[in-house]
C-alpha cells in the first residue's frame, strides 16, 4: 500500500493553516487569562524576570504588616507617656494644694496622692501590645527588619518610666527623696515645711521632662516608620508594576491579532479547498 501524497498547494496550505491555528489558540490563551508570558515556556527570560519581581513584592508585603504592627506597638507607647505626663501634673496639683491645707485634708491628700502614683505604674504597666511593652522595662526592645536582600532594620529600645524611676530615683536624691517622703510619711507631718512640698513638685516636673523626653523619641520612631510604610508600599506597587510589564498581555493588540487570524484562517480554509478541489480536477483527466 502506498502512501497518499498530497500537492504542494495542498500541503503549503495546510502548514499554514496548522500555524494559523497555532497562533489563534495563544491569542486567545492570552486574551483569557490576560498574560501574554505565563510560563517559562512562553519566555523563559520575563518569566523568571518577573517571577523574581513578584517574590520581591511578596516580601515587601509581609515586612510591611510588620511595620504596621510595629507603628502600633509605638503608638500605644505614645498614648502611655501622654497619659502619664497628665497623672504627674495632676501629682503636682495636689501637691500646690497641699501645701495650703489643713492637717486632715492634707492626710486625705496623701493617700490620693499615693492611688494616683500607684496608678501611674498600672498605666503603664497596661501600656502592652501583643506582649511588648516599651515603656516600662528597658530590657524590651522592637526589632524591624525592612527587607530580606539588605541589613536595613531599625531596633526601638524600651525605656523603664514607671514611678519608682523617673520620681524616686536618679542623681538629684534630695529631690527625689523629697517626693518619696512626702507619700511614705504622709504630707501631715510636714505641715510647716512648705519647701518639701516645692521639692517634690520638681521632683515631678522632671519627672515630666523624662517622660516627654521618652514621648518624643517614640513619636519621632512612628514619624519615620510612617515613612518607611509609604514607601514600602510604593515600592511594591512599582515591583508589582514591572513584573506585570513583562508578563500582561496587551488587550487591544491581542485583540487584533485575534481578528487578524481569525480572517486569515478563513482565507486558509478557503485556499485550501481550492487547491484540493485543483488536484481532483486533475486527477478526473485520468479517468
Do not use: P
Request: charged letters at 10%; a positive charge.
Amino acid at each position: 500500500m502506498s502512501d497518499i501524497v498530497l500537492g504542494t498547494a495542498t500541503r503549503q496550505n495546510l502548514l499554514a493553516l496548522q500555524q494559523i491555528n497555532t497562533n489563534l489558540g495563544t491569542t486567545q490563551n492570552h486574551l483569557a487569562t490576560g498574560l501574554a508570558v505565563s510560563s517559562a515556556l512562553d519566555d523563559a527570560v520575563k518569566y523568571f524576570q518577573a517571577q523574581g519581581l513578584t517574590d520581591r513584592a511578596n516580601d515587601l508585603a509581609l515586612r510591611k504588616d510588620s511595620i504596621d504592627q510595629g507603628i502600633s506597638t509605638l503608638t500605644a507607647a505614645s498614648n502611655a507617656t501622654q497619659s502619664a505626663v497628665t497623672v504627674l501634673q495632676q501629682l503636682q496639683g495636689i501637691l500646690n494644694s497641699a501645701k495650703t491645707e489643713t492637717a486632715a485634708q492634707r492626710a486625705s491628700a496623701a493617700k490620693q496622692f499615693s492611688t494616683l502614683a500607684q496608678q501611674f505604674d498600672t498605666l503603664l504597666n497596661d501600656a502592652s501590645y501583643q506582649g511588648l511593652n516599651l515603656v516600662n522595662s528597658s530590657s524590651a526592645s522592637l526589632t524591624l527588619q525592612f527587607s530580606n536582600s539588605t541589613a536595613s532594620k531599625l531596633t526601638i529600645a524600651g525605656q523603664n518610666l514607671l514611678y519608682s524611676k523617673v520620681v524616686t530615683a536618679g542623681k538629684v536624691s534630695k529631690v527625689s527623696n523629697a517626693a518619696k517622703n512626702l507619700v511614705t510619711a504622709g504630707f501631715s507631718n510636714v505641715s510647716n515645711k512648705t519647701s518639701l512640698f516645692d521639692n517634690a513638685f520638681n521632683a515631678l516636673q522632671t519627672a515630666i521632662g523624662k517622660v516627654q523626653a521618652a514621648a518624643q523619641s517614640i513619636g519621632g520612631n512612628v514619624t519615620f516608620l510612617q515613612t518607611r510604610l509609604d514607601f514600602t508600599s510604593q515600592y511594591i506597587v512599582t515591583l508589582q508594576g514591572g513584573a506585570s510589564k513583562l508578563t500582561v498581555a496587551d488587550v487591544n493588540l491581542e485583540s487584533t491579532n485575534l481578528v487578524t487570524l481569525q480572517t486569515r484562517q478563513s482565507l486558509a480554509i478557503q485556499s485550501l479547498s481550492i487547491a484540493t478541489q485543483s488536484e481532483q480536477a486533475v486527477l478526473r483527466l485520468f479517468r
